[in-house]
């Protein structure tokens, strides 16, 4: 790797590729050491002297530095009473949802040196009850959207489990494996208009889940059963086709299709 | 003061905790599930490679059952486990995965005919038959002698937490998310619930229960670089050490040997059991150099060891982060990586800009082992109860019932979770139906207010100590001195720093003085809690002078079953010490199923034997002979009886039987 002349890390690192020592270079993320400033929305809804304000925070980037990193070091250092929710900070949990310059992402997966700028503004996930600052309560709107939609298998037969498991064609599988990828991040309910109208839209994320069980082999449920749970304008006649939501999906998932899909099959109850 | 009563108390919402509301559920219990996450956020969703399960359909997985994996789960352990324990497991998991598979997980299923695949770095052609076609599929996986780790790609903890999580919806377990339990309530001994602190608005509530559950997973973030989520802290470990528990091989922590450089991201051990190769700065291929047999595929403890023995040899590839090596699993090809390792995709693509699909060493991946798992846990017997605090019980990584020993096998760790909830979730709700408690409010009335005013205090407190420093400099002190090769006089640094620490943890400042949503006040009552964990890490690892698993001693390099063969138990016992006191637990050699050999893979020739070994064995020889014709059940049962639930004790059907 070589050094830029400060000391601070270049943006190629070199490595030795085999043993006749042929060299290669390979780009890493890695920033220029430079000042950022982020910004973030303060509030604290259960303390009554809390006013809604925003507040600027200089740091210096380092190499790799995501918002998980960044935050976690103002936390530390600049200002202890910052609220933010991070759990598994790999992409996987969902938890780290915030509006990064007006866009609703995963921050454990945004790199502060995607911002030529240098300048970050922060707010919390609309549509979700604020808890503090950054951190709001997406558990509570999960857990009444799933039950909404009741999010589970329903079988109609019992399963014995010293038994020899259902036969799945491994295709079908794969296809239900492809909907379960959803991570409840709210990435798709933050980006939705429809959310924002109708306080009980149960969101791309539980029109996918619908059609996620809708395929399943293990359950036992007809179209009608799911047309009785999503209907209705709090269910797939709500969505307009914006498709906000299919942009900001952090796991990709086909939802335009899904609910086109979903749709196409109540319209047909 | 807010007091809650219900029948069970579960305190933590991945898998273990889950699965066992709905055992305590099923059983007409009311519980309380309390997490300080969203559930379906708990750190069981990272998991990502498998879950082992011996249901042996695959084509690699034939002639597989109980007696393969319990093998492999001791060996894997350096006969640490309990073998009782490991019995109860393995006979459990192919029920889990079955009882999984009907809740909605999509496992990966097998397609008859023949598909190419990658084994020790060469294209091969496997044929996969008839009758097998849409059975659950398994790949391969480390230290284990068949291809068992059943998966649903790389997200495989996911989809079962989301299985789990809407199954207990189903059936309607009540979860309270953005809990956290601060301190358990004690009467007499007996353990009576857990004051918790409400995390939308910093207000204290006592929950009063008839049996209170630990499920809380590991405490991987006492250490500096783990792949831990951010909340796997300990905390359940420290409020149950405050209640005077005992813990179990608190020493025993496992470094997995690929996460990525430098965010400690987890890249799965799939990607190794896929056939990805490990490669030095020379691109060279090192590990059957080190293990000719196992390969990549050795233990984690033995593959780790020796990716640092080789970087020490100068064969590092160096970084801004220090030395690494490369993960390659470009040699699988674009369309196996996109399918089966796509988060691992995702991640070093997002993290690292590196796509691993791109062929040859532009695809490598930079990785370095760093901490996984936690073997040690609350010390608890095989049906999950505390061995000294009654109505305390704990299960999945959290817990020492004891399945891992001194190094877990890659894919018994969502299984653990899963089947310790099934059985242990059974024997606790058991448990809270039979029992009835008598508990003076005042006793719950002055938890409360001890809680209440500890927080009080903590924030009139006007030290000049900073919290976070004092978290930073025990993470290093972990990291350096307690890693994966330790030494007396390291070990012996770490014990007295870690000490001083948490003396000047009582010499703080919080800045706001507020009880609210307080994020410097959390870090006050945590980083205490977090420095009694490491204390027992640290310390238990000081006085264990041999290598066993994953507690590796340069000054003790052999396993020694002559003095070693024991469990670690260590406990706060007195709420004034700053530090624990430790016991021992004694093995019975003349009473497991295997006595203490070798492993088959690691350095050869490192153990100090015990003479009941041989004594063991020679037994056990004559209980074979002697049951020559018996079926393969009997024998298990002559030779080590163990206690299960009989629904979870059946026969596990596989495709050989049903011909």
Redesign the interface.
């Given at each position: 790797?070589s050094k830029t002349e400060d000391g601070s890390?270049g943006q190629q690192?070199e490595?030795?590729?085999?043993?006749q020592?042929k060299s290669?270079e390979?780009?890493?993320?890695?920033g220029e050491g430079r000042e950022i400033t982020i910004t973030s929305l303060k509030y604290?809804p259960?303390?009554p002297d809390s006013k809604p304000e925003f507040v600027d925070y200089q740091l210096r980037e380092t190499?790799?530095m995501?918002l998980y990193i960044a935050l976690t070091k103002i936390?530390?250092?600049i200002d202890?009473?910052?609220?933010s929710?991070?759990?598994?900070?790999?992409?996987?949990?969902?938890?780290c949802g915030m509006l990064v310059n007006g866009k609703p992402q995963l921050a454990c997966?945004t790199?502060t040196s995607d911002f030529e700028s240098g300048k970050i503004d922060l707010l919390p996930l609309p549509t979700f009850k604020l808890?503090?600052d950054l951190?709001v309560?997406?558990?509570t709107w999960?857990?009444d959207m799933?039950?909404r939609v009741?999010?589970?298998?329903v079988?109609n037969e019992e399963?014995d489990?010293?038994?020899?498991?259902?036969?799945?064609?491994?295709k079908v599988?794969?296809e239900?494996?492809e909907l379960?990828?959803c991570?409840?991040c709210g990435l798709c309910v933050a980006s939705c208009s429809t959310a924002i109208m109708r306080e009980d839209f149960v969101g791309a994320v539980g029109l996918n889940r619908v059609a996620r069980?809708q395929i399943?082999p293990?359950?036992s449920r007809s179209d009608e059963d799911f047309y009785e749970l999503i209907g209705d304008d709090d269910g797939i006649f709500g969505c307009m086709s914006l498709l906000a939501c299919e942009d900001h999906c952090p796991k990709n998932l086909p939802l335009q299709s899904k609910i086109a899909y979903m749709r196409r099959k109540m319209v047909a109850v | 003061m807010k007091i809650i009563y219900t029948d069970a108390l579960i305190i933590g919402g991945g898998l273990a905790g889950l699965r066992s509301a709905i055992a305590t559920t099923d059983k007409g219990l009311d519980t309380i599930v309390l997490s300080l996450v969203p559930v379906k956020r708990s750190h069981s969703a990272a998991a990502q490679g498998g879950m082992q399960s011996s249901l042996g359909n695959s084509v690699m997985g034939e002639g597989d059952n109980e007696d393969i994996h319990f093998s492999d789960t001791v060996k894997g352990s350096d006969w640490g486990c309990d073998q009782e324990v490991a019995r109860m497991f393995v006979n459990t998991a192919p029920k889990a995965i079955r009882e999984l598979a009907s809740w909605g997980v999509p496992w990966s299923r097998i397609k008859m005919g023949s598909r190419e695949v990658v084994i020790n770095a060469q294209k091969t052609t496997i044929t996969e038959k008839e009758e097998a076609h849409g059975l659950i599929n398994a790949r391969d996986f480390g230290g284990t002698k068949k291809w068992r780790t059943c998966y649903t790609a790389d997200a495989t903890g996911h989809t079962m937490l989301y299985a789990v999580a809407n199954e207990a919806m189903r059936r309607g377990v009540v979860v309270e998310d953005k809990k956290e339990a601060i301190s358990l309530i004690v009467d007499d001994d007996k353990c009576c619930g857990a004051i918790v602190r409400d995390l939308k608005n910093g207000g204290l509530i006592a929950y009063v229960a008839k049996g209170t559950m630990i499920a809380t997973g590991g405490y991987g973030r006492i250490y500096k670089q783990s792949t831990n989520a951010t909340i796997c802290k300990g905390t359940g470990h420290a409020i149950a050490l405050d209640a005077g528990a005992y813990m179990g091989n608190m020493e025993a922590i496992q470094f997995h040997p690929t996460p990525i450089v430098p965010s400690g991201i987890l890249l799965t051990e799939g990607c190794r059991g896929d056939g990805g190769i490990l490669r030095d700065k020379d691109g060279y291929r090192f590990m059957p150099d080190y293990e000719p047999e196992k390969k990549e595929l050795a233990s984690r403890d033995v593959v780790s060891r020796r990716m640092l023995e080789h970087i020490k040899k100068g064969k590092g590839v160096p970084s801004p982060y220090g030395d690494h090596l490369w993960l390659d699993i470009s040699i699988l090809g674009r369309e196996h990586v996109e399918k089966n390792l796509r988060d691992v995709q995702d991640i070093s693509k997002t993290f690292n800009g590196i796509d691993p699909a791109d062929e040859g060493e532009k695809g490598w991946m930079p990785v370095l082992p760093m901490q996984h798992y936690s073997m040690g846990g609350i010390r608890v017997t095989p049906n999950g109860e505390s061995i000294n605090i009654k109505g305390l019980f704990s299960c999945g990584e959290a817990a020492c019932w004891d399945l891992h020993g001194f190094n877990r096998l890659g894919g018994n760790s969502v299984s653990e979770a899963v089947v310790s909830g099934m059985i242990v979730g059974n024997y606790f709700a058991d448990f809270c139906r039979d029992t009835d408690i008598q508990i003076d409010t005042k006793v719950i009335h002055s938890a409360l207010k001890k809680q209440d005013d500890y927080l009080d205090n903590l924030l009139e407190l006007d030290g000049d100590e900073n919290i976070y420093d004092i978290k930073d400099e025990m993470r290093n002190i972990m990291q350096e001195k307690v890693g994966i090769f330790r030494n007396g006089k390291d070990l012996e640094y770490a014990v007295k720093r870690l000490k001083e620490l948490l003396v000047k943890s009582k010499n703080i400042k919080v800045d706001n003085k507020h009880r609210l949503l307080n994020p410097q006040l959390e870090e006050a009552y945590k980083v205490p809690m977090m420095l009694k964990v490491a204390l027992c890490v640290a310390k238990g690892a000081r006085d264990r002078t041999e290598s066993r698993g994953a507690h590796y001693r340069e000054d003790y390099l052999k396993r020694d079953d002559a003095n070693w063969l024991n469990r670690t138990i260590s406990y706060w016992a007195d709420e004034s010490d700053i530090e624990p006191t430790i016991h021992y637990e004694e093995f019975d050699i003349m009473k497991m199923e295997m006595p203490p050999a070798f492993r088959g893979y690691g350095a050869k020739g490192n153990i100090i034997e015990n003479p009941l070994s041989a004594k063991r064995q020679e037994e056990i020889d004559n209980i074979t002979e002697a049951n020559s014709d018996a079926d393969r059940y009997t024998l298990q049962d002559a030779i080590m009886p163990y206690t299960l639930q009989p629904e979870y004790k059946r026969v596990n059907e596989r495709l050989g039987d049903a011909k």
């Open positions: 790797m890390l690192q490595k030795i590729v085999d043993s020592a290669v390979k780009k890493e993320s890695i604290n259960s303390n190499p790799g995501t936390k530390a250092t202890h009473d910052l609220s929710d991070f759990v598994c900070r790999a992409g996987i949990c969902g938890a997966k790199l808890i503090k951190s309560d997406t558990g999960m857990k799933s039950i009741n999010s589970w298998i079988a399963t489990i010293s038994k020899m498991e259902k036969k799945i064609e491994p599988s794969e239900v494996f379960d990828r991570i409840e069980f399943d293990h359950d | -």
